[in-house]
């Protein structure tokens, strides 16, 4: 055989292998370029960054260890400890791919039949305080308070009582909220009212039924600021 049909023969042969091969790295060139657009389309936006003052902090004045006793209209006494505060820094989704960053600082008070909890947050970018109520018969109160803690920033609903007294013991702006979303089997038990004070939290609550507690000042243990 000579030399020019060997070349002939060889060039048949190399031609598809060449034509496969180009196939695939203008399939591999699309494929990568897809995925850069796709990528590119679905990246991340960061919209801002909201978190919570100093002052809207101090807003919730208990700290780990803390213990606060209630006395009822019945003259019992509920003693809760706070044993639990963090902050942490989540983020909030609007879209696929477009976010926010909020704060959270969560207060829990406790015993082994009630559970009260204090939740300041800049989740939907604007500071709000939530005050949240619970027993073991799942009957439970929520309300929100709009922050900075202000009678010019309360919403309907809310006032704010100046000067008033709990179980003898005088009280100076304290925060009222009567429209408290509850729930639970019987609704005559549901907590109806939060009277809320920057420096001393919540000190007292008022039930559908007219049961109340009363914070009881002697044994609170104020934190130190």
């Known amino acids: 055989m000579n030399n020019k049909l060997i070349l002939e023969k060889l060039s048949f042969q190399v031609e598809p292998f060449d ?11 699309l494929t990568t370029t ?3 657009i796709i990528s590119a389309c679905q990246k991340e936006k960061l919209l801002g960054e909201y978190y919570l ?7 919730v004045p208990y ?3 803390d213990s606060i006793r209630f006395v009822t209209n019945e003259h019992d006494t509920i003693d809760l400890l706070c044993h639990l505060r963090y902050s942490e820094v989540s983020r909030e989704y609007i879209s696929y791919n477009k976010y926010y960053t909020y704060e959270r600082d969560v ?17 939907g970018m604007y500071p709000s305080m939530k005050l949240h109520w619970s027993d073991l018969d799942n009957h439970r109160g929520l309300v929100n308070f709009n922050l900075p803690l202000i009678p010019n920033n309360l919403k309907y609903g809310q006032y704010i009582v100046q000067e008033m007294f709990v179980r003898n013991t005088l009280y100076h702006n304290v ?41 009881d000042s002697t044994s609170y243990i104020q934190r130190v600021i």
């Open 19 to 29: 034509i496969i091969m180009s196939d695939r790295f203008t399939f591999s060139l």
């Open 34 to 36: 897809a995925i850069l």
């Open 53 to 59: 003052s100093n002052d809207d902090k101090l807003t």
């Open 63 to 65: 700290s780990v260890g």
């Open 107 to 123: 207060t829990k008070i406790n015993t082994d039949e009630y559970y009260l909890s204090c939740q300041l947050s800049t989740i």
């Open 175 to 215: 925060f009222v909220d009567s429209t408290a979303w509850r729930s639970g089997p019987e609704i005559d038990n549901e907590l109806k009212t939060f009277y809320y004070s920057i420096e001393f939290g919540i000190i007292k609550l008022e039930f559908e039924n007219g049961d109340f507690w009363e914070i």
